[in-house]
């Protein structure tokens, strides 16, 4: 009985070593995700701050696209009036009117160009 007990034993051992074998990697792998943690991330921009990255690029843009952004703009001020005291506001509406599509009109009677703004 000793002798069987002993080949139970080892046969008990054998699986136990290939199971802890296969736990270590995968214990491994779960403590390298569980340790990515979102500390690392940029905390969410505000809503000005957003418009102003994305006012960044207006002069790359095509004359839809401003227009779309300004209406944009232009709507989120309607609804919030405190973010007219946002630093990013005016810095904003000076790209809007620096890149928004002008037109050039000529009057005849006058010969004067003015410059206007649609």
Same mark, same amino acid.
């Given at each position: 009985?000793?002798?069987?007990?002993?080949?139970?034993?080892? /046969?008990?051992?054998?699986? $136990?070593? +290939? /199971?802890?074998?296969?736990?270590?990697? +995968?214990?491994? +792998?779960?403590?390298?995700?569980? $340790?990515?943690?979102?500390?690392?991330?940029?905390?969410? !921009?505000?809503? *000005?701050?957003? *418009?102003?990255?994305?006012?960044?690029?207006?002069?790359?843009?095509?004359?839809?696209?401003?227009?779309?952004? $300004? $209406? !944009?703009?232009?709507?989120?001020?309607?609804?919030?009036?405190?973010?007219?005291?946002?630093?990013?506001?005016?810095?904003?509406?000076? !790209?809007?009117?620096?890149?928004?599509? !002008?037109? *050039?009109?000529?009057?005849?009677?006058?010969?004067?160009?003015?410059?206007?703004?649609?």
């Amino acid at each position: 009985m000793t002798q069987k007990f002993i080949n139970c034993y080892k /046969k008990v051992g054998r699986a $136990s070593l +290939l /199971k802890a074998l296969l736990a270590i990697p +995968l214990l491994f +792998l779960l403590c390298l995700v569980s $340790s990515c943690s979102k500390d690392d991330e940029e905390q969410p !921009k505000d809503y *000005m701050t957003q *418009m102003y990255e994305e006012s960044k690029t207006l002069e790359y843009q095509t004359a839809d696209s401003i227009v779309n952004f $300004s $209406s !944009k703009f232009y709507g989120y001020l309607a609804t919030n009036p405190d973010a007219y005291n946002h630093p990013y506001c005016a810095e904003i509406e000076e !790209k809007i009117y620096e890149w928004s599509p !002008k037109c *050039m009109v000529l009057e005849p009677d006058l010969d004067v160009e003015t410059l206007e703004d649609f």
